[in-house]
């Protein structure tokens, strides 16, 4: 059971350059979150999806593009790639009907840099 | 004001500690409180989940939630140096599309 999986793991970008970010789950689940983790600032919420065609804005989702076209993808976009957006990447994933429907489930993170 | 506050730490105790990590929150709406656990280079992975106030063990773990005073905590008892990692507290309302919001993280080490 792979769960959450998040590619690339790492990738090195110049300012300005565009990327992907590409999260997959094979959970069946209806919620799916990316986040950015930065040092001494926690979790913060990019963007987020509640079902297949949909996305809603988080705390943070200027410079960031998301597109949920199959309900196992989310997909993660950066147009033109800044310093700021150095960070570790996380999407995760959740289920809705169920009585824990607030748990979300990890994958292992993108570290990405820009120079 | 931040609606999740977490005791930044880091802390450093020794093998067999009882270790006590603290988070307060703002919005009366929270009614799931979870812990995570987040290993160096790893994604966080679920520890403990609460509904409410109260407390609920899981081995030598234990989640405590005071909502009057909208207050939670985690309790490690025999703290080993497995434990050593960083800790998230999460919270969440009951009809927020699973969003939750998370607190800074409290960094762990046990040492031998």
């Known amino acids: 059971n792979a769960g959450v999986t998040q590619t690339p793991k790492f990738r090195v970008l110049k300012t300005g350059q565009s990327m992907t970010l590409l999260c997959a789950q094979d959970?069946?689940?209806?919620?799916m979150y990316w986040y950015r983790q930065d040092p001494g600032m926690g979790l913060r919420l990019i963007h987020y999806?509640?079902?297949?065609?949909?996305?809603a804005k988080g705390e943070v989702p200027d410079g960031y593009n998301v597109s949920r076209l199959k309900k196992q993808n989310f997909l993660l976009g950066l147009e033109s790639a800044a310093p700021s957006q150095t960070s570790v990447y996380f999407c995760?994933?959740?289920?809705?009907?169920?009585?824990?429907?607030?748990?979300?489930?990890f994958g292992a993170g993108t570290r990405l840099s820009v120079l | 004001q931040k609606e999740v506050e977490q005791d930044p730490g880091p802390l450093s105790v020794p093998e067999g500690a009882i270790v006590s990590l603290n988070c307060t929150y703002s919005n009366s709406a929270f009614q799931y409180f979870m812990w995570y656990r987040q290993y160096s280079r790893k994604g966080p992975e679920l520890l403990m989940y609460?509904?409410?106030?109260g407390n609920k063990e899981d081995g030598r773990f234990t989640a405590q939630v005071d909502k009057s005073s909208k207050y939670i905590s985690l309790f490690i008892r025999d703290s080993q140096p497995s434990d050593s990692a960083t800790y998230l507290c999460a919270m969440s309302a009951r009809t927020n599309a699973g969003k939750s919001t998370f607190g800074d993280g409290t960094t762990l080490t046990v040492k031998p």
């Open positions: 959970m069946n689940h209806e919620y």
């Open positions: 609460t509904y409410s106030s």
């Open positions: 995760a994933s959740s289920p809705r009907w169920t009585s824990k429907s607030n748990i979300q489930y």
């Open positions: 999806s509640v079902g297949e065609g949909t996305t």
